[in-house]
């Protein structure tokens, strides 16, 4: 009487009846190939002895080159170890674990696989099934990009909070920040706590009106008040408890975390008649502090003065060093980029986020933004330049209209009442197809396929634009 089926499968976990016999060399290629991009036959010596590719894109790398070589030999040095941990685990317990190599193609000098071995079962042969693996180390790369970028962009907010929070501390005016809402102290720096005096309970949680005597009460509720509507009041005359001298309150809006909030500065009165004479001082010392760089150039555009982010920014040591050189030796690319904004810049008397790059002065380069002013200085005219890291995003393209089609655009323009319209549409056509096409490639790293789906082309028609504009290239990819 026959075993039932159940147990011979637990048995040796093959085929039931052997039915299959010998498959053909296609139908077997087929069914190991499924398992992976590229199926090795390997010899008991390690010997490459047979291939079988089963992706388009692999077989373009040229990796029939491997057949009668040692694996060991089509790996870099840190995965020879590996290959011959695959054949050993294989011979050794039948199949093993999928391990990652980094396979050499005559295209790459890196090709990161993954690889599971399989013992053939004759002659210490042994089949090794791998997979294409660029995709994942490519969202890999991508993922580490996009977390380092937000490591970086965390690091410049703590650092700019921590500059602004020291400013705040260490300011010998005294600012209180209230809530518009509650109208309640909630934040105190010490020259405001100073103030009250030692007796007094501490600022923060109380209303803002209590801390004036009950003659100023009326104007402090006014100030906030007048300050929500014009979001900003100056020059309120408030007096504290237990004291003669009166402080000029002045009042600003802001909005944080969905809430809005009153920054409030107090000054002696007598100290805000004299402010005039130190304004000067007190603005160099908030720029002196900012955490974005700032310049002041004169008519010839040579450095006047700098704060310290814009040294830090171009490895300057001292503000000395910096002083009389010409802006073109730290900004802007050759020529084009300082026209364009000098041109604008006395044209219009202000540039606005202008984008261009930072040199420092071993001539390494960063992308930055900048905003300038043009203030007349008796009789001579002086520019003034904030510059600001551009924000760095993983995969996109700067904003804004290329160069090349802003140069274009003029010439088409130059042209009417020359060229018939008909024709300046078709040209103005093709180029934009051009740019968007070479967009999609860039975002799509060449693959062809990945950018006729974006461009809602089939991809024949990507093809024959592709040839259309001269844009073929070998990298280009299907997969």
Not at 324 to 345: A, K, Q
């Given at each position: 009487m026959e075993a039932p089926a159940s147990s011979s499968l637990s048995k040796d976990r093959g085929f039931l009846r052997g039915k299959l016999g010998t498959l053909e060399p296609a139908v077997a290629q087929s069914v190991v190939t499924a398992g992976g991009d590229v199926a090795m036959v390997i010899d008991r010596d390690g010997v490459i002895c047979d291939i079988a590719v089963g992706n388009d894109a692999m077989a373009r790398d040229g990796l029939d080159s491997w057949l009668d070589r040692r694996w060991s030999d089509t790996v870099t040095s840190e995965s020879k170890h590996k290959v011959d941990e695959l054949l050993r685990d294989a011979l050794k317990a039948g199949r093993t674990r999928w391990r990652e190599l980094n396979q050499i193609t005559p295209t790459l000098d890196s090709l990161m696989m993954r690889f599971v071995a399989v013992d053939a079962g004759r002659e210490g042969q042994v089949i090794a099934i791998g997979r294409d693996d660029r995709a994942t180390t490519d969202m890999q790369q991508r993922l580490i990009e996009a977390q380092q970028s937000v490591e970086r962009d965390y690091s410049r907010l703590r650092d700019a909070e921590f500059r602004y929070r020291l400013?705040?501390?260490?300011?010998?005016?005294?600012?209180?920040?209230?809530?518009?809402?509650?109208?309640?102290?909630?934040?105190?720096?010490?020259?405001?706590?100073?103030?009250?005096?030692?007796?007094?309970?501490?600022?923060?949680?109380?209303?803002?009106?209590?801390?004036?005597?009950?003659?100023?009460?009326?104007?402090?509720?006014?100030?906030?008040?007048?300050?929500?509507?014009?979001?900003?009041?100056?020059?309120?005359?408030?007096?504290?408890?237990?004291?003669?001298?009166?402080?000029?309150?002045?009042?600003?809006?802001?909005?944080?975390?969905?809430?809005?909030?009153?920054?409030?500065?107090?000054?002696?009165?007598?100290?805000?008649?004299?402010?005039?004479?130190?304004?000067?001082?007190?603005?160099?010392?908030?720029?002196?502090?900012?955490?974005?760089?700032?310049?002041?150039?004169?008519?010839?555009?040579?450095?006047?003065?700098?704060?310290?982010?814009?040294?830090?920014?171009?490895?300057?040591?001292?503000?000395?060093?910096?002083?009389?050189?010409?802006?073109?030796?730290?900004?802007?690319?050759?020529?084009?980029?300082?026209?364009?904004?000098?041109?604008?810049?006395?044209?219009?008397?202000?540039?606005?986020?202008?984008?261009?790059?930072?040199?420092?002065?071993?001539?390494?380069?960063?992308?930055?933004?900048?905003?300038?002013?043009?203030?007349?200085?008796?009789?001579?005219?002086?520019?003034?330049?904030?510059?600001?890291?551009?924000?760095?995003?993983?995969?996109?393209?700067?904003?804004?209209?290329?160069?090349?089609?802003?140069?274009?655009?003029?010439?088409?323009?130059?042209?009417?009442?020359?060229?018939?319209?008909?024709?300046?549409?078709?040209?103005?056509?093709?180029?934009?197809?051009?740019?968007?096409?070479?967009?999609?490639?860039?975002?799509?790293?060449d693959n062809r396929a990945s950018a006729a789906d974006i461009l809602g082309l089939s991809r024949q028609s990507l093809y024959s634009k592709l040839h259309r504009f001269g844009l073929v290239n070998a990298t280009f990819t299907d997969d």
């Open positions: 400013l705040f501390q260490t300011s010998r005016e005294a600012v209180l920040v209230v809530d518009a809402t509650t109208r309640k102290i909630i934040e105190a720096n010490p020259a405001a706590e100073a103030l009250t005096g030692e007796v007094r309970k501490p600022l923060v949680g109380e209303l803002f009106i209590k801390m004036f005597e009950a003659g100023s009460q009326e104007a402090a509720a006014s100030l906030l008040a007048v300050a929500q509507s014009t979001a900003r009041m100056n020059g309120t005359a408030l007096r504290l408890p237990g004291q003669e001298r009166e402080f000029l309150a002045s009042a600003s809006l802001f909005r944080q975390d969905r809430s809005t909030q009153c920054l409030v500065r107090l000054a002696p009165a007598e100290q805000a008649q004299s402010a005039g004479s130190n304004a000067d001082q007190r603005l160099k010392s908030v720029l002196e502090r900012m955490p974005d760089g700032f310049l002041i150039t004169d008519a010839n555009l040579r450095i006047i003065s700098a704060n310290t982010a814009f040294l830090d920014m171009v490895r300057v040591g001292h503000e000395d060093d910096a002083r009389g050189e010409p802006l073109n030796r730290f900004l802007g690319r050759e020529g084009l980029d300082r026209n364009i904004l000098v041109d604008n810049l006395r044209a219009h008397g202000m540039v606005r986020n202008f984008s261009t790059i930072l040199r420092n002065q071993f001539n390494d380069a960063e992308d930055v933004e900048v905003s300038a002013v043009v203030a007349p200085d008796e009789g001579e005219s002086c520019f003034g330049f904030t510059i600001r890291r551009s924000a760095r995003r993983i995969g996109n393209r700067a904003q804004g209209s290329s160069p090349e089609l802003r140069r274009s655009v003029e010439q088409l323009t130059e042209l009417v009442g020359r060229v018939k319209l008909k024709e300046l549409v078709r040209e103005t056509t093709d180029l934009v197809e051009r740019l968007c096409i070479e967009a999609a490639l860039e975002l799509t790293k």
